[in-house]
């Protein structure tokens, strides 16, 4: 029984109390297991994706000869359509708000083939426009 305790999706668990008091808490969320017998069954539906950026190949392209400095900025929009604007569903970092419209990956300084170790969360919609 731990105070000012939030779920992996930033839900309180109770209400909270005086956040100097108690240090925030975040419960970790469980991935499938292997086995079903260690399964927990569902009882919260969530509809979260994550995303990893692992590597950018940079030195094949044309119109940039040296670029640096390079990251990735993820955005999550409701269609394909050339003015659709992002959704605030990526989570954001801590200390900010909640959710927001996008997320980047930290800058890697004169890198021209950057390695990444970034995750990035996203609460999907259950609607999207066609």
Do not use: M
Request: glycine share 4%; hydrophobic share 30%.
């Amino acid at each position: 029984d731990r105070p000012n305790c939030v779920t992996s999706s930033y839900v309180p668990v109770k209400p909270f109390e005086d956040p100097h008091k108690y240090e925030p808490a975040i419960e970790v969320e469980e991935f499938v297991q292997e086995s079903a017998k260690y399964s927990q069954p569902y009882t919260v539906y969530k509809n979260h994706v994550y995303i990893y950026p692992k590597h950018l190949k940079y030195d094949g392209q044309k119109c940039f000869a040296k670029a640096r400095n390079l990251a990735v900025r993820i955005e999550f929009r409701s269609s394909d359509k050339e003015h659709a604007q992002p959704l605030k569903c990526i989570y954001g970092k801590a200390g900010g708000s909640v959710f927001t419209t996008a997320a980047q990956t930290a800058v890697l300084h004169h890198v021209q083939n950057p390695d990444f170790n970034d995750e990035v969360k996203i609460e999907l919609p259950t609607q999207l426009n066609e």
